[in-house]
């Protein structure tokens, strides 16, 4: 069974950082690029960090550029979104995805966990 399984949500100062994993089964984890994804209450999904398939190319979006570091561990299966200086905007159900290229299209990506809640307070 295809699995994504998101973990290290939860809720933190603004100023304040969080490291959130995404745990792969079912998978041959290292052909995919991986995307974290977020949607805050209302609001469309949105992409904020991806990273191919080697760990070699990356991409962020603007709000999150500087602050945000995705990374993948192949060997374990995982992928990682750090993210420092956070603030009350980034507030939001943060969800990992795969897909077989990197991409910044939410319908590019085929393989979703189901989300863990980011809240980031003033």
């Known amino acids: 069974q295809v699995q994504l399984v998101e973990s290290g949500g939860g809720l933190v100062q603004a100023g304040g950082s969080l490291r959130l994993s995404c745990a792969a089964s079912g998978l041959t984890f290292s052909s995919y690029a991986m995307a974290w994804f977020r949607q805050a209450p209302g609001k469309e999904r949105e992409f904020a960090a991806g990273i191919s398939w080697s760990g070699l190319n990356t991409t962020y979006t603007d709000s999150v550029k500087g602050r945000f570091t995705i990374s993948r561990d192949n060997a374990k299966k995982t992928a990682y979104l750090q993210m420092n200086n956070l603030k009350p905007e980034d507030t939001a159900v943060y969800y990992c995805?795969?897909?077989?290229?990197?991409?910044?299209?939410?319908?590019?990506?085929?393989?979703w966990g189901q989300g863990t809640q980011v809240t980031v307070s003033s």
């Open positions: 995805a795969a897909a077989f290229r990197l991409g910044i299209v939410r319908y590019e990506y085929n393989i």
